[in-house]
Each structure stands twice: as C-alpha cells, then as structure tokens.
C-alpha cells in the first residue's frame, strides 16, 4: 500500500494487487477540496516528491511525501 500526499493537502492511497492498482483520493483536512474520487490503473503510476502524480484523469499538485505501507 502506497500513500501519496500532496501540496493541496489530499492523501492518495493506492493499493497494488496482481490485477492492478486501486486508488482512492481522500480530501484534505480543510475544506478546500471534500470530494472523493476512486479508480482502478492497470499499473502503478510514477509517484515522485515534487511532481504531480497523473491518476486516472487526475492531475494533482505536487507530491510531498510518500510512504509505503507493508499490508
């Protein structure tokens, strides 16, 4: 499992699996952004500090930090 948080402060948390790659975008703490979107990637999209992660027919902010988690 992979989170992703960005400058907007969203959290993307993907998880990988032998048919792919399952997102879910939760909204950052404000306001500014509550929706909630999900979806599925035939392969992990590049995440990388500083860029913004290209998910589905997302574009995000820049990405500030990344952790793995062991499921």
């Known amino acids: 499992?992979?989170?992703?948080?960005?400058?907007?402060?969203?959290?993307?948390?993907?998880s990988v699996g032998p048919e792919g790659v399952h997102w879910c975008r939760l909204p950052a703490e404000t306001l500014r952004a509550p929706w909630v979107a999900s979806g599925w990637e035939e392969s992990m999209p590049r995440i990388v500090p500083g860029e913004r992660l290209l998910i589905g027919n997302l574009r995000t902010t820049p990405v500030t930090s990344v952790s793995i988690l062991p499921v």
């Open 1 to 14: 499992m992979v989170l992703a948080r960005t400058a907007s402060g969203s959290t993307y948390v993907l």
